[in-house]
């Protein structure tokens, strides 16, 4: 069986538009999201419209600031100054990579922690493994939000997160550890790595390579999230890290690519832009 990101997503919208319409009235605007765009790079461009379009559908305000990659960091910082201190704007996202003369740590760390929508921020990712209150990253949230729709039990369980990057890897494991499941995390030293995969009952791939994860390295039965995002070689087509032709079969659940956890990343991120709305209106 197949766990639509996309319909999860859309249902998550259409409850959102319905909500961001009753917060307008009752507090006389809208939320409001600004995205940081830092040069022309194609993947970024296509990523930041995909979230003003996100916004656009659920009635969020939607601001793109774009710089060319020759800004500094110094006006970088200068502009995230700004808004933070702007009361009409209640989320900043800054859309990642930065260019490399751009310190992408003192960025994310100059954002205020109340409108950090990525919950990137050095004080949001330490609440985080401190289980205190705060804005989860959007994708490990979406992939929680995946596994819970579709009825999967996570206490117990056998979880394998291949991946430990900041942003996906080592925060789905905490949350993947905060549903009480036993969560193993590979990475590319990871020894023998398929007898590792192969005990998963959930396996969480986050790698960045076309159709890594192979049919010998999944049990049967196994719930495979795949995160990646890639190119496949071969039709040029975009392709997730795991063969889903091959896994499909033999998983009980898997997430396509596309289709999957992208736009459940996108709409984790307008449900964080209204979580921070909310908090701010009712201090
Ligand atoms: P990343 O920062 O490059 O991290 C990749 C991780 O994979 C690293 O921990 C690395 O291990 C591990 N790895 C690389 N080669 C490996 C191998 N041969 N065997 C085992 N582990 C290996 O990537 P990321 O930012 O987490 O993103 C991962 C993928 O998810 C990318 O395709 C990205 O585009 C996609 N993504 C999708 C979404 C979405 O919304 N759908 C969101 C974010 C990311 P080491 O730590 O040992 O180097």
């Known amino acids: 069986m197949i ?16 909500e961001v319409a ?6 006389g605007r809208a939320p409001h999201l600004v995205v940081l765009l830092v ?5 970024s ?12 559908a659920i009635g969020i305000r939607n601001t793109t600031i ?23 704007v209640d989320g900043i996202l800054v859309q990642l990579p930065l260019p490399r003369h751009i310190d992408e740590d003192r960025v994310i760390a100059a954002i205020r922690k109340e409108k950090d929508v990525d919950g990137f921020h050095p004080l949001n990712v330490a609440s985080l493994w401190l289980k205190q209150p705060c804005t989860l990253p959007c994708t490990p949230k979406g992939i929680i939000r995946m596994l819970k729709s579709a009825g999967v039990q996570l ?3 056998r979880a394998v997160v291949i991946g430990r990057s900041n942003i996906v890897g080592l925060p789905v494991a905490k949350l993947l550890l905060d549903e009480n499941a036993t969560v193993t995390i590979a990475h590319s030293r990871t020894r023998d790595l398929p007898a590792v995969t192969r005990q998963a009952e959930v396996l969480v791939v986050a790698i960045g390579r076309p159709k890594f994860v192979t049919a010998d390295m999944v049990a049967d039965g196994a719930v495979v999230i795949d995160v990646g995002v890639n190119r496949d070689p071969q039709t040029g087509k975009l392709c997730g890290d795991v063969d889903f032709a091959a896994i499909e ?3 009980s659940l898997i997430t396509p690519v596309p289709g999957g956890v992208g736009p459940m ?3 984790c991120l307008m449900e964080n832009t209204i979580e921070c709305f909310v908090r701010k209106m009712e201090r």
């Not at 009753?22 to 507090?27: E, I, M, N, P, S």
């Not at 040069?39 to 993947?43: A, K, Q």
């Not at 774009?66 to 201190?85: G, H």
């Open 249 to 251: 079969p033999k998983a």
């Open 22 to 27: 009753d917060l307008a009235r009752k507090y």
């Open 265 to 267: 990343t996108i709409a």
């Open 39 to 43: 040069g022309e790079d194609p993947g």
């Open 3 to 18: 766990i639509s990101g996309k319909d999860l997503s859309a249902q998550m919208k259409a409850d959102m538009a319905v």
């Open 155 to 157: 206490e117990g369980k």
């Open 66 to 88: 774009r710089r060319p990659d020759t800004v500094s960091e110094a006006e970088v910082l200068q502009l995230i100054d700004q808004l933070n201190a702007d009361d009409e």
């Open 45 to 56: 461009v296509s990523y930041v419209t995909g979230k003003a379009k996100a916004c656009e």
